[in-house]
């Protein structure tokens, strides 16, 4: 069970392969990494059970707790207190968000 944030019929964190499905997000679009998520800014904050990420790009992630909590070929991540979905080790995950 992933742990997102629904927004209709997407959430962040979820996986995809288009933008279209990531449309019910307010501004948010399909990544790279191919899962929905939207920028942010401090101004611009993500949607609750997401959080920005602050460091190469400021997306949102999916909070967790456990890798179980994300998408495939994502890890739970501590990042200062924080612990966020990024791309883990697996060698077919695409690079960027």
Excluded: W
Excluded at 9 to 38: L, Q, W
Excluded at 40 to 49: D, E, I, K
């Amino acid at each position: 069970m992933l742990a997102v944030v629904s927004c209709g019929d997407a959430a962040i964190g979820n996986a995809c392969k288009s933008h279209a499905e990531c449309k019910s997000i307010p501004d948010g679009y399909c990544a790279r990494a191919e899962v929905c998520t939207r920028v942010c800014s401090p101004t611009t904050p993500c949607p609750s059970g997401s959080a920005c990420s602050f460091e190469e790009r400021m997306v949102c992630l999916a909070t967790c707790d456990v890798d179980a909590n994300c998408s495939s070929g994502f890890t739970c991540q501590d990042r200062g207190g924080l612990r966020l979905c990024r791309l883990g080790s697996n060698p077919l995950a695409k690079p960027t968000l």
